[in-house]
């Protein structure tokens, strides 16, 4: 009865003077003379009365106004594709039995995904059903709230994983006005695996391949492959460990040199309920190579680096070779090679006209990598020189050199068999010749081994020959061949000796016992040990001794008379000490380049020494002390000297190193020419359905006045092209926009016409390979907290019916203009009046 507890008020108050008529019209009632009776007449007084109070009441505005609790709750229910599985279910239990709750309040129960509707209000089926794949909160929360009248108390109960892809609902909750209740959903219920993007990174600086990250994204841990293709060609496939949450892959791709590549990643997971997002693409631009022009100092196919050439081609460069009679009309065209190598030319093959332009060259952005051993940075020939102007270091003043150290372990066989022929006598004979070759300086070691290896004489100088000589008359033949572990023992002595030379000379006339004889050849090779071998007789086997001895850089003698054991192990020993050869040495950092690696390489051989410029970089040194590897930069360019002459064929083992190509790969990308920048930039992002253009371009380089007409076109998936218009920004960026909602790949060029110049061209693609409403992530709590919050809300994970129902305080003041009703009954009471005096009763 709430019209008992209404207040009634006028618009019109001033109107109620008209009830001064009422006793006018009682006075008139009372004297007008009639034969009715007095009943009647006053039936009809009070019919009169009441009808010009209830006219008088309506004329003057009357309202009822009254207190109300009742509310106007509207359920926004998000049925977009993010809102699936168990979450689904238990919200449409959840709406079911707010529906059912005993109340007085209205409810009402939206759905939205790209728009909101009625929940049931198309029976039919005449409108298009929601489009899941879209989450228009905002237009659900503005329209609900304009759909509670005055008369009812607000509420609006939101019930979605807070995904948008379209609008901004932070802005229109608070526009609405509403108290907005929030029940969060959970995002992406059933296990699922995601793509979320391919992030560009920069070149790889060995490869100039182009890096990629591949962010991921899963609701589960578990197992999962990538496959990566290049315009349609599988080059890689990856088993990877997927994390809850994001996970990011490195991705290495080959680029292609001459037109752009498609790079599509595909992500296969086991459990995965949308196989829709398990795609990207991008398109990398073409990656043009670099252009090396080696000037060779031996130019045919017989140079002894050419396994330095093969190291420097391939795929990832172009090499034009040449000799050095034919730089000057190379250097014709600077811009044709983004770097020079000088291998092993001497400064005195070039004139001084060529060192100009090659200075120029260089100085102007180009590149210049010279190696060389003593015929480039020979004092002699290198000081004074145009090479030394240009190169970061200078002659170093001869030295006196010394005679190199030379540590020789001989190793011998003296099993039972060696007791034959005389072989044990004639062993010694020669271990005792080749030690008197040797000077005093030089060290040595005799290891005999049988059945256990046995040193006889440890390895030290050999200052004391006769001692030594002493202790080899002791050897004597017994037991079996038991080699390798004396081979070992002897070669962990060469390598904890101080030496400029270590060699090894080998000495059986049997079958050795089983060892792993070609490995320990091997890690001689890399320390810089010479190993030669010889071998005694018919019984022993040669083909171990030959590969030992290849492998380790030495060489085999086979004697079948015991009595040229003696000659032959004297020449091996003048070979060793003999200084017609490289010195050896380990190469070590001095300065760390990134990508530049030399861990695990063999010692290099022969190199100059030369003194860094104050300027210059060191990289590497030579035995720990020399400048071996300079860089230095020379005007735009840079130059760089490798004082030891790396590629030719005394310096096999370390061109045999596995990372002799990267380490030249590496050097070459750091000295030549840098790439020009583009003269365009183009970028564009994706926010929501709508894409952004953004051209850049330096006003200080590009003369305004020269810039004729932007144009800026668009190719969609289907194939349309729609020219879009650059709008001016600011000096030198324009910015354009365009719808991006169907998938696949959007193409954008640019052109911008010159009046003087060829147009400037740019291009780029963007893709949509999914919809937004796939793209896996959790549910965005901070927004619908922070909508609860500036509404007014509640935040509330674990709703009842009854909690959402529950009274807040909120009232709205409700108000009745009954007037059409007062004039309708003033109008029943006339005719009641009418009856009363007309029908007598």
Same mark, same amino acid.
């Given at each position: 009865?709430?019209f008992l507890?209404a ?6 108050p ?9 006793p ?43 207190t ?8 926004? %229910?998000d049925?977009?594709?993010? &809102? ?5 279910? @238990? ?7 707010? /529906? ?5 309040h209205d409810?009402?129960v ?5 728009r909101p509707?009625?929940?049931?209000h ?9 489009n ?12 609900? =709230?304009?759909?509670?009248?005055d ?30 209740? $929030? ?7 059933? +296990?699922? !695996?995601c ?6 990174r ?46 990011r892959?490195?991705?290495?791709v080959?680029?292609? #040199? ?17 196989p ?6 991008i398109?990398?631009p073409?990656?043009? /190579? ?8 031996h ?7 050419q ?14 070779? =040449? ?11 600077? !811009?044709?090679?983004?770097?020079? &190598? ?20 260089? *100085? ?18 290198y *000081? ?5 102007r ?8 001869a ?6 150290v030379?540590?020789? !372990? ?6 039972? @068999? ?6 044990m ?17 030089d ?22 020959k006769? @001692? ?24 962990l ?15 059986t006339?049997?079958? +050795? ?19 030669s ?19 380790a850089?030495?060489r ?6 015991? /009595?040229d054991?003696p ?6 020993t003048? !070979?060793a ?11 070590? &950092? ?5 990508g530049?690696?030399?861990?695990? =390489? ?10 860094? /410029?104050?300027?210059?970089?060191q ?50 990308r750091?000295?030549?020419?840098r790439p020009?920048? +583009?003269?365009?930039?183009? @970028?564009? %992002?994706?926010?929501g ?15 305004a ?7 800026i076109?668009?190719?969609? +998936?289907?194939g ?14 324009y ?20 009046s ?33 919050t ?21 009232? $709205? ?23 009363? *005096?007309?029908? #007598?009763?």
């Amino acid at each position: 009865m709430w019209f008992l507890l209404a207040e009634i008020e006028f618009e019109y108050p001033a109107r109620l003077g008209w009830l001064a008529v009422l006793p006018l019209l009682a006075y008139f009632a009372w004297r007008t003379r009639s034969t009715a009776s007095s009943r009647r007449r006053l039936a009809s007084f009070a019919c009169r009365a009441l009808t010009v109070a209830l006219l008088v009441a309506a004329f003057a505005g009357i309202s009822l106004r009254w207190t109300s609790d009742q509310r106007r709750v509207i359920l926004l %229910v998000d049925r977009s594709r993010s &809102v699936e599985g168990e979450g689904r279910l @238990s919200t449409d239990r959840f709406v079911e039995a707010v /529906k059912n709750t005993s109340s007085r309040h209205d409810i009402v129960v939206w759905d939205f995904a790209d728009r909101p509707v009625p929940a049931g209000h198309d029976p039919a089926g005449a409108e298009p059903p929601l489009n899941s794949l879209a989450s228009d909160l905002a237009t659900a929360v503005q329209l609900a =709230s304009a759909a509670i009248p005055d008369r009812f108390v607000p509420q609006i109960v939101l019930l979605s994983d807070g995904i948008e892809t379209q609008g901004q609902v932070a802005k229109a909750a608070l526009g609405a006005g509403v108290p907005i209740d $929030v029940v969060p959903l959970p995002a992406f219920g059933q +296990p699922d !695996a995601c793509l979320l993007e391919l992030v560009t990174r920069p070149l790889d600086p060995v490869t100039g391949s182009p890096h990629l990250e591949i962010v991921a994204y899963s609701n589960h841990a578990g197992a999962a492959q990538l496959q990566v293709t290049v315009e349609g060609q599988t080059v890689a496939e990856e088993s990877v460990a997927l994390v809850a949450g994001e996970n990011r892959f490195p991705l290495s791709v080959p680029p292609n #040199r001459t037109v752009s590549s498609l790079i599509q990643v595909t992500l296969l997971a086991q459990s995965d309920s949308i196989p829709e997002n398990n795609v990207r693409r991008i398109r990398l631009p073409a990656v043009e /190579k670099l252009r090396i022009l080696l000037i060779d100092a031996h130019p045919t196919n017989q140079s002894p680096r050419q396994t330095f050439r093969e190291a420097l081609a391939g795929d990832r460069f172009t090499v034009d070779v =040449s000799s050095p009679d034919q730089l000057a009309a190379k250097l014709a065209d600077p !811009a044709s090679h983004h770097l020079i &190598v000088l291998a092993g030319v001497s400064p005195r093959e070039l004139d001084e006209p060529v060192y100009d332009e090659l200075e120029q060259y260089v *100085r102007q952005g180009g590149g210049l990598i010279v190696m060389g051993g003593n015929e480039t940075f020979g004092e002699s020939v290198y *000081r004074g020189s145009g090479l030394e102007r240009l190169l970061p270091v200078t002659a170093a003043a001869a030295i006196e050199t010394r005679k190199p150290v030379v540590a020789i !372990a001989l190793v011998i066989d003296r099993s039972g @068999s060696m007791e034959a022929e005389n072989r044990m006598e004639l062993a010694k004979l020669a271990a005792k010749q080749s030690v008197q070759v040797l000077d005093s300086q030089d060290k040595a070691g005799v290891m005999a081994f049988s059945d256990a290896p046995l040193w006889v004489a440890e390895i030290e100088p050999v200052g004391d020959k006769v @001692s030594l000589l002493r202790q080899i008359d002791t050897l004597q033949p017994a037991g079996q061949t038991n080699m390798y572990q004396a081979v070992e023992r002897a070669f962990l002595a060469l390598l904890q000796t101080v030496a400029d030379r270590r060699y090894m000379i080998l000495l059986t006339d049997g079958i +050795p016992s089983p060892g792993d004889y070609r490995e320990i050849a091997q890690r001689m090779a890399d320390r810089g040990i010479t190993l030669s071998t010889v071998s005694l007789g018919y019984e022993a086997e040669q083909d171990l001794l030959v590969e030992m001895a290849r492998i380790a850089g030495g060489r085999h003698h086979h004697c079948d008379d015991p /009595k040229d054991v003696p000659g032959v192990m004297v020449r091996e020993t003048r !070979a060793a000490t003999a200084d017609d050869t490289p010195q050896s040495f380990a190469t070590s &950092v001095y300065r760390s380049l990134p990508g530049l690696q030399i861990a695990g =390489s063999p010692q290099l051989a022969g190199y100059v020494l030369t003194n860094p /410029k104050p300027e210059a970089e060191q990289l590497l040194m030579a035995a720990g002390r020399d400048p071996l590897l300079v860089w230095w930069p020379h005007g735009s360019g840079i130059a760089v000297a490798l004082t030891c002459d790396a590629g030719n064929s005394v310096n096999q083992a370390w061109q045999q190193w596995p990372g002799y190509t990267d380490f030249w790969q590496r050097l070459v990308r750091h000295a030549a020419r840098r790439p020009a920048p +583009p003269r365009l930039e183009l @970028s564009l %992002v994706r926010q929501g359905d709508t894409a952004f253009v953004r051209l850049d371009f330096d006003p200080v380089l590009e003369d305004a006045t020269d810039l004729e007409t932007v144009r800026i076109t668009v190719s969609s +998936p289907d194939g349309d092209a729609l020219a879009l218009t650059p709008i001016p920004v600011v000096a030198g960026r324009y910015e354009a926009s365009f719808p991006a909602v169907a998938q696949g790949e959007y193409r954008v060029e640019v052109s911008i016409d010159r009046s003087a110049a060829p147009p400037l061209t740019a291009g780029a693609s963007l893709f949509v390979d999914y919809p937004d409403e796939l793209r896996l992530r959790t549910n965005d709590v901070d927004l619908l907290q922070a909508i609860a919050t500036a509404t007014g809300g509640r935040y509330d994970p674990e709703p009842t019916p009854e909690s959402l129902l529950a009274p807040d305080g909120r009232t $709205v003041q409700r108000r009745h203009s009954p007037w059409r009703y007062l004039v309708l009954a003033a109008l029943l009471l006339i005719v009641t009046d009418l009856a009363i *005096r007309r029908i #007598r009763f």
